[in-house]
């Protein structure tokens, strides 16, 4: 199944399933919005599966077109959003082009705490109070979890995950090394995320869903131009993994959701990099500074995940840069 | 002012206006839930004050006797909660017992991102899966807020408080520095915190209100000994600049709360501590080692803030430790 969140004047808009395609959309049955859905999930699931295999037959009374510039987040906000870092890729390449001991991810997963209560629209500017704070975007996956009870293991874990994303985790790396050196993580560094805006049923991905990772491609473009097109397979933890990381010393509601942390590739020099930070790290190991420039106001990017069948598997992400000052 | 949520089944509880002395309290006009009065603040305030101003004349129908065991946290859940560390004695105290340079607090305050979709009743046993990972309670005074603007000055941020809370965070000191060596911040660490049943508005603190400081002894009982009396008043950063702080990169919706981190004194000698993480480094400097125990299962803290006029102005936590295994 796929869930998009129309704009409907409330905070948390408007729950409608969409085709396969992302053209047609129906009013969820049962549920007004992500949220309530994921709370009734075990009763409502196989409701909203008929409507989609209806929509899907093009015999849906009240379908409508979709029209992308009114899809929201499909979580406008939640309650919950904790953002793994999982592709030792990424920390490898940070670790060496600043010049840290090269120690990859260790046996516990990175995770912090971000804000929740907005995520931004797909098509919605981007914005920010200063260029000078190096403002960088991140592709990444996440899940949406049902409700999952302390203490749950990696081994239990996967059997919350209700729904998959795609998300841009808009960062300031210009803020990034005075937050971590605090101890306490990062606040200004981390402002609101968007979400693509497709939530999909780990069935939707058929065989590029294994072993709790979304193996596909991301495709990110800034200004038109491509960027990077890295597969989520290389995550060194698992989305079940990194519930149960977690999970250690609280409950999470249902709506909760988690991220993989920036996708990256041992093969960046052929897939390129999710982010601006990561290519800059790459540019300074192999000539002393990196110079592809952080975004500015004005400036544009792209996500999407393209099926076999041409598909937009999450739909897009198009955000601008915007300086407010 | 001085609310109170009371339990009636949903996850945000059903809203109260209370007496000044906490015994009497009427359900509140216009607003089911302290999210919606906070919402509505400015539409509402004069009406919630008319109910108070009857409830103190003992001249309101429909009012009820207040059992305190059916409060919950005057939030049960909010959208953001975003917790300080703005008391200088406690990080010096810290950094001297493990060896760190003494550097205080410098000129940017500390603040990390807490998990917010859960605010333990104040009289709710926390639960926590192992009494090795250093159990701690911290009290602390935080603010809700109403909606505050990115890019708020602090000059500008007193007009957006709304309300006063006192809150026991929990932490799992064991895990704290092998998080903050992360540079990610606390996850694990950090589990649910609880909040005294009553949230009240700045002027019911009459000049204990100075500075966006809460200029009154905060007194904690661990397993019915007096533990600390520690003064608010120390705050290096008022409130209005730790909003300032917050919303530096993105706006903060209404129902944000604000935590000043553990309240510490210079003169911890006579006035004790608020966590017991304190107490130990307080030891570890003295005699080179600290002998006040974590919490173990069934032991108990009580955290109150009496006036001069022996009212307990929030209420009281009163929790026990239970380890879930």
Redesign the interface.
Known sequence: MKFVTLADGSPDGRLHIVSQDGRRAIAADTARTLQQALETWADNASQWHTQYAALEAGSLAGAIDLDPAEALSPLP?A??W?DG?AFETHAFLIQKAWGHPEVGLNE?P?????????FLAPTAAA???SAD?GIDFEGEYGVILDAVP??TKAKDAAQYIRLIVLINDWS?RAIGP???????????????CAMAPFAVTPDELGDAWRDCRVCLPLQVERNGVAFGRTNGDEMKFGFDELIA??A????L?AG?IIGSGTVSNKDYESVGSSCIAEKRAIETIAQGAGNTPFMQHGDTVVMRVEMDSGDSLFGEIAQSVQI?T
Chains 1, 2 share one sequence.
């Open positions: 906000r309650w919950q904790l870092s516990r990175l995770m912090y705490q971000g804000m929740s209560d907005r914005l920010f109070p704070d302390m203490g300031l005075t937050e971590m050196a605090t101890g306490f993580g990062w606040l200004h560094c981390k402002p609101a990381h977690a250690y010393s609280r409950d509601p909760t407010v």
